[in-house]
């Protein structure tokens, strides 16, 4: 499986490196009604689905090779988010509803007289690709710190990373929390001086969306393929054994916990100029359980298998909300079932073994002949 | 007070009036135990005797509730979690076979092998000559070489059984706690693994828990016996088995 895992991982970086490169062209540099023309609603669809899928490769690291069912994942995600909403909401400038230079709308609304320390800072963008990192990875140390410590595993991490990225909901929703409520952030004009309106910023987000995946792919193979790898799949396999052998356990999921909540972050932080808003609903428990499907879907420990599971459930989820909009969480759900029951290996285990049936075909007519 | 003191820094291992207690149910009632170095020692007793517990307490599993456990005549190991105690020299072989069932052959015996354990290290960790050569020296010794590549978990129970005490071999401690190493096995692979087991201990001090008696006697070692989470009796097997408590407890009144 290995071997066949590699080469699907290089025709996918091939496939992401392509579109990188091409959908640009195809969007900007052909007329509306060209045959390869690429309409800016697809660029912009596509994009999100490329940080999904970066949130996806971000959990299966953790999964998939530690076994750390993280249900949280998609707090880390909006954190980055926010970070990168922040910066927006500071480009607004005066030209906000209420014109204030310094203060975004809703703190004029609700007539607050200074910026909050939190925001102080994000006018910079290098800052606040600072803070993208940090506050994620800071959250996942601690977190991670206390919970594989007291050597909380399975199902009981599962729902304390549920509650985690629960608490965050409930408090990002406060008004009086200072990032906006129940509304978020929204309303943004433009990142570092580009237009977000513009159809070239929209497939330059795109291209560096992709570029994004692709990176964080390649890193988390070379982590796991390191002999730091080969440890982290111990633990997920006999985590005892590994102790007795010496190893600091709980270092080691650290590791790779904060790597991935990191990479999680990223992903949101892209995730919010394409779809131009950030609201707490992001934090919502119900968007964390769905990363996991995606992955699943996709195939359980083999990184391609996570971003292709995320852009494939993605892609069903816009399809099924505009045709059948009642039916997608049935749907979703059927499809969680039936895949844990009929395929646990996901989509790369079906591909597998599709190429494993044909290559035994061609055996047996080999000696046939 | 003296002859205790001598006992205890003259002793790769040393418990004395260990206590441990689950809910109530006293699993250990002031065990005492001393190996010397380069001793191999065989653990025998009925079932609920302690033993199990006790290789627990002295990897850092359980904390005793009462009594000293300590290595080399200082470490104190009641102190330690079960990573300090591996890389201060103590190694166990679990009563079910222990291996990472994803991994190869090789990369089971890498893992275990001597080398710093940090993930700074592990991340920037590469494959050398002597690494490699000391896992083939490693199959050898443990009759897998032709196995090196195969997945852990294909192997059969009693590969399972050796590729476990390769990986022990490979973290080569100072000390050894060995669990049942022929429960299930073949006749022939009892015999192989007691050979196995023989060689190991000319260069590492081993506890051996073990029921088969066929197999203790191959060994030839000295034997304790435990009964209700204390020492019994010790001696040679011969010894033991003509002590009428020792005969008592295993064939009931």
């Not at chain 1, 895992?5 to 959908?23: N, R």
């Not at chain 1, 400038?93 to 800072?121: C, E, K």
């Not at chain 2, 065990?31 to 380069?38: F, K, M, N, R």
């Not at chain 2, 590469?126 to 090196?148: F, P, V």
Request: net charge neutral.
């Amino acid at each position: 499986m290995s071997r066949q895992l590699d080469f699907a991982g290089w025709i996918f970086v091939a496939v992401m490196a392509l579109a990188a490169v091409l959908v640009p062209l195809a969007t900007l540099g052909t007329p509306d009604g060209a045959a390869l023309h690429v309409p800016t609603y697809l660029v912009q669809l596509f994009g999100k689905y490329l940080c999904y899928a970066i949130l996806a490769v971000a959990l299966d690291l953790v999964w998939g090779y530690c076994g750390i069912l993280s249900l949280g994942h998609g707090a880390f995600f909006a954190l980055g988010g926010y970070a990168m909403g922040m910066y927006l909401m500071r480009q607004i400038g005066t030209r906000g509803v209420y014109a204030n230079p310094v203060l975004p709308d809703f703190m004029v609304f609700l007539n607050w007289h200074s910026l909050p320390v939190a925001w102080w800072g994000f006018n910079w963008f290098a800052y606040a690709m600072l803070m993208m990192v940090l506050v994620p990875g800071l959250l996942a140390l601690a977190f991670g710190w206390f919970a594989f410590r007291s050597r909380v595993t399975g199902v009981y991490l599962s729902i304390i990373t549920q509650a985690m990225t629960f608490a965050l909901y409930k408090e990002f929703f406060r008004n009086d929390f200072g990032f906006g409520g129940n509304n978020g952030l929204t309303d943004f004009k433009d990142i570092l001086g580009f237009s977000l309106q513009s159809d070239a910023v929209k497939a330059g987000l795109f291209s560096i969306s992709a570029v994004a995946l692709i990176a964080s792919y390649l890193i988390s193979r070379a982590i796991v393929r390191s002999k730091y790898g080969k440890a982290l799949i111990a633990v997920r396999d006999s985590e005892s054994r590994m102790r007795f052998l010496g190893y600091r356990v709980e270092n080691i999921k650290l590791f790779a916990f904060v790597v991935s909540a990191i990479m999680a972050a990223v992903g949101g932080a892209l995730y919010v100029p394409q779809v131009g808003i950030i609201n707490p609903s992001e934090f919502a428990p119900g968007n964390s359980i769905e990363v996991a499907i995606w992955v699943a879907v996709g195939g359980r420990g083999t990184l391609v298998g996570a971003a292709i599971g995320a852009i494939a459930v993605n892609f069903a989820k816009t399809y099924f909300t505009g045709a059948l909009p009642e039916y997608w969480l049935f749907a979703l759900g059927l499809l969680f079932v039936c895949v844990t029951l009929f395929f646990p290996l996901g989509i790369m285990g079906v591909l597998s073994r599709i190429r494993f049936r044909r290559k035994r075909s061609e055996v047996a007519t080999g000696t046939a002949t | 007070m003296s002859e205790e003191n001598a006992k205890l820094t003259s002793s790769l291992l040393y418990l004395d009036n260990v206590q441990v207690t689950f809910d109530g149910y006293r699993a250990l009632r002031g065990l005492s135990l001393a190996l010397a170095p380069g001793e191999m020692r065989a653990i025998i007793g009925p079932n609920g005797a302690g033993k199990t517990t006790m290789m627990d307490v002295i990897t850092g599993k359980t904390r005793p509730d009462v009594g000293d456990v300590y290595f080399e005549g200082r470490h104190d190991l009641t102190r330690m979690d079960e990573a300090e105690i591996a890389t201060l020299g103590v190694g166990r072989k679990f009563q079910k076979p222990t291996v990472f069932e994803n991994h190869s052959v090789n990369d089971n015996i890498l893992l275990a092998a001597r080398a710093p354990r940090t993930v700074r290290a592990t991340l920037a960790a590469k494959g050398s000559a002597e690494i490699t050569q000391n896992i083939t020296r490693i199959l050898e010794r443990i009759r897998l070489t032709d196995m090196r590549e195969r997945q852990a978990g294909s192997l059969s129970h009693g590969q399972k059984q050796w590729l476990e005490i390769g990986m022990l071999l490979a973290q080569d401690p100072k000390l050894l706690l060995v669990d049942e190493p022929v429960a299930g096995m073949t006749d022939s692979e009892t015999a192989a693994t007691a050979t196995m087991l023989k060689e190991i201990a000319k260069e590492h001090s081993v506890v051996v828990v073990e029921h088969d008696m066929a197999f203790v006697r191959d060994l030839d070692v000295k034997v304790t016996v435990l009964h209700e989470g204390a020492v019994l009796a010790e001696g040679t097997l011969d010894q033991v088995s003509a002590d009428e408590r020792v005969v008592e407890v295993y064939l009931g009144r």
